[in-house]
Nanobody, 125 residues
Framework: QVQLEESGGGSVQPGGSLRLSCAASGSISSVNDMGWYRQGPGKERELVAAITIDGAANYADSVKGRFAISRDNAEKTSYLQMNALKPEDTAVYYC???????????????????WGEGTLVTVTS
């Protein structure tokens, strides 16, 4: 069974920093694209940052220059370094990853998106 577990959320003052982690575990063949999404109060879920298996990253305009996504392929983990946090960054942050697994019965490989349960980030003075 595949799981994604986020950690690192919390409460911080404006201008502060947090680092989120997302670790994939289970019977995994490979972890391909990974991304971070967020859903603020009364808002729809939006993409914050994404990174390919080769390390190519893209960001939402609202976080460019402040957030940095990275990954450790050996550890099947992605990170989101968040600097210069603003109150509008307050949200539940979700990790998503496209994970390939091998079917135990037939030996076929198949992939799909998996989501973590989310971690709350609150930016307030």
């Amino acid at each position: 069974q595949v799981q994604l577990e986020e950690s690192g959320g919390g409460s911080v003052q404006p201008g502060g920093s947090l680092r989120l982690s997302c670790a994939a575990s289970g019977s995994i063949s490979s972890v391909n694209d990974m991304g971070w999404y967020r859903q603020g109060p009364g808002k729809e879920r939006e993409l914050v940052a994404a990174i390919t298996i080769d390390g190519a990253a893209n960001y939402a305009d609202s976080v460019k220059g402040r957030f940095a996504i990275s990954r450790d392929n050996a550890e099947k983990t992605s990170y989101l370094q968040m600097n210069a946090l603003k109150p509008e960054d307050t949200a539940v942050y979700y990790c998503k990853a496209f994970i390939v697994v091998r079917d135990a019965t037939f030996g076929d490989f198949y992939g799909k998106d998996y989501w973590g349960e989310g971690t709350l980030v609150t930016v307030t003075s």
